[in-house]
């Protein structure tokens, strides 16, 4: 919940969101509302974000957008972050199999 992130967030920053809300002149009665599952216009977020040096996504949805920085294929993040965790093992696994040519096959042309 979008509450529960801005609350999380504010704690790691050493303030509150009624503090922040203060610094930044915006209203503290809507905190009932994003309590009960609502979000805030995208503005709202956006100017909560860069208050407190965190993205959008993670504000929202409590994960931090790791494509800025590695440079990854955001269609990538998106679905290692959405494999089950009792499948993720399998995932990786498959994965690294396919991670590197094995020596015996790396002089064969493919067709």
């Known amino acids: 919940m979008f509450y529960d992130n801005l609350r999380a967030v504010c704690a790691e920053k050493g303030t509150t969101v009624t503090t922040v809300l203060k610094e930044l002149h915006m209203s503290t009665g809507s905190t009932g509302k994003w309590k009960e599952g609502s979000i805030p216009k995208i503005d709202t977020v956006m100017q909560l ?63």
């Open 49 to 111: 974000a860069e208050h407190l040096d965190v993205s959008l996504d993670y504000l929202v949805y409590g994960r931090k957008l790791y494509t800025e920085v590695s440079g990854l294929d955001p269609e990538w993040i998106d679905i290692i972050t959405h494999i089950p965790d009792d499948k993720q093992k399998m995932c990786k696994d498959f994965l690294r199999t396919h991670m590197v040519i094995p020596e015996k096959y790396a002089d064969r042309k493919r067709g």
